[in-house]
C-alpha cells in the first residue's frame, strides 16, 4: 500500500484546531481508498516557538522537509512578532527553498456559502487563480538608504525573470487548455513599464504556441472591478505574486469569506514537496475557543489529495464541504452557526463516507 508522509507545521493560534480536523478528512478519504495511507509528523515551528527560541524554525529545518511528499500548514502569525518575520522566516522561506513557483487559489462560490454580490448566480462565481510564487514584488530585493536621516529612501525591487515568468504563465495556459476554459492575464503594463510591460510581452509569445486558448488581458484596476460587477468574466487566471496575493483575498469575499478560503503551493516537477494551507491567518482572537472554520483547512486538504492524483477523492471532498454548507446546520459562529471546530469536521467526514 502506497504511504504518504506528509509534514504538518500546525503553527499559531487555530492553526493546530483547523489543521486537525484536515487531517480528519485525509485519513478518512485513505479509509474510503483502500489503496493508499498517510503519515503524519508534526513540527511545533511558528511564532510561538520563536517567541522560545529567537526563530521560526530549526536551523535544519528544511533538511528535514524536504524528505516528506507534501506539507501542511496550519497558520503563523502571533502577537509580538512582526509580521515580515513571520512570513519571510518560514512561509516564503519553504516556498522560495523548495521552488514552489506555482500558487493555486481555487475561488469558487459552492452551493450554501453566502455572497455579496446579490444578483451573481451559484456559476458566475468559478475562478482559478494561478499566481507565481517565488519572485515579483515578494522576491525580497532592495535597499534601505541612509536610515533615521533626512534624505531616506527604501528601494523595494520587484524581480521578474524570463524564467520565472514564462513558466507560471506556461503552467496557466496548459490548465486552461486542459479544463476547456479560457485563460486571462492580469497586470498593470500602462504604469509599471518594465516588469509588467515584460509580463505582458511573455504571455503573448507563450500564447502563440496555444491558438486553441482564448485569452483576455486586464489590468489590475479594472479586473478589480470586473471581479465584483462580473466575475463571471474569469475561468482560469494568471498573474504576478503580489496582485495575485491581493486579488485572491478579494475572490474570497466573493466567493463566502476566507472561512473557504484554501491555497496550494506546487513544485510541478515535485524534486521537493508542495506545500498545502488555508490562507486565512492565525486568529489569536479566537485561538482555543473551538469555534474556528476548518472548511478552507478541509479545502486544501482537497487539494493535497488533487496533486496526489485522487482527483476524485479531492472532489469528493469537496462535495462534503458543499454539503455542510447547503444543510446550514453545522456551521461555525463566522458562517452563522453555532457548532464547534470539531463538529464541523466530524460532519464533513460523515457526509464524506456516506458517498452522497
Known amino acids: 500500500m502506497k504511504i504518504y508522509n506528509i509534514a504538518v507545521i500546525a503553527g499559531d493560534g487555530i492553526g493546530p484546531e483547523v489543521i486537525n ?3 480528519k478528512v485525509l485519513k478518512a478519504a485513505s479509509e474510503i481508498a483502500r489503496e493508499f495511507e498517510f503519515e503524519f509528523t ?30 501542511y500548514l496550519g497558520a503563523v502569525g502571533y502577537p509580538g512578532v512582526p509580521d515580515h518575520i513571520s512570513l519571510w522566516d518560514l512561509l516564503l522561506k ?10 493555486i487559489r481555487p475561488i469558487k462560490r459552492l452551493k450554501g456559502a453566502p455572497c455579496p454580490l446579490k444578483e451573481a448566480k451559484l456559476e458566475d462565481v468559478d475562478m482559478l487563480f494561478i499566481r507565481e510564487n517565488s519572485e515579483g514584488e515578494y522576491a525580497g530585493a532592495g535597499e534601505w538608504l541612509f536610515k533615521g536621516k533626512p534624505e ?33 492575464s492580469i497586470s498593470k503594463g500602462n504604469a509599471l513599464n518594465y516588469s509588467m510591460v515584460f509580463w505582458d510581452q511573455v504571455f503573448d509569445e507563450v500564447g502563440k504556441e496555444y491558438p486553441d486558448v482564448k485569452t483576455y488581458s486586464y489590468l489590475v484596476d479594472a479586473a478589480s472591478m470586473y471581479m465584483i460587477k462580473q466575475p463571471e468574466r474569469f475561468e482560469v487566471v494568471v498573474t504576478s505574486n503580489l ?19 484554501a491555497g496550494a503551493n506546487i513544485n510541478p516537477e515535485r524534486t521537493y514537496p508542495s506545500m498545502f494551507e ?35 477523492l479531492g472532489k469528493s471532498v469537496l462535495n462534503a464541504i458543499e454539503g455542510v454548507l447547503s444543510e446550514n446546520e453545522t456551521l461555525t459562529p463566522d458562517m452563522g452557526g453555532t457548532a464547534t471546530t470539531s463538529e464541523v469536521g466530524d460532519r464533513v467526514v460523515e457526509i464524506l463516507k456516506s458517498g452522497k
Not at 519553504?94 to 500558487?103: A, E, G, L, V
Not at 486538504?301 to 488533487?306: E, K, N, T, V
Open 94 to 103: 519553504i516556498r522560495k527553498s523548495f521552488d514552489q513557483y506555482i500558487n
Open 152 to 184: 531616506e529612501v527604501v528601494l523595494q525591487t520587484s524581480v521578474f525573470s524570463r524564467k520565472g515568468t514564462e513558466r507560471v504563465i506556461r503552467y496557466a495556459y496548459e490548465t486552461a487548455r486542459k479544463l476547456g476554459k479560457s485563460l486571462t
Open 278 to 312: 488555508p490562507i486565512h491567518g492565525s486568529a489569536p482572537d479566537i485561538s482555543g475557543k473551538g469555534i474556528a472554520n476548518p472548511l478552507a483547512a478541509i479545502w486544501s486538504a482537497s487539494q493535497m489529495l488533487d496533486f496526489f492524483g485522487y482527483d476524485h
Open 21 to 23: 480536523e484536515g487531517i
Open 243 to 261: 496582485f495575485g496575493d491581493i486579488l485572491t483575498d478579494l475572490g474570497a469575499a466573493i466567493a463566502g469569506g476566507l472561512g473557504l478560503a
Open 42 to 71: 508534526y513540527f511545533p515551528w511558528g511564532c510561538e516557538y520563536y517567541l522560545k527560541h529567537g526563530k521560526m524554525m530549526d536551523e535544519d529545518g528544511l533538511e528535514k522537509l524536504k524528505e516528506f511528499d507534501a506539507i
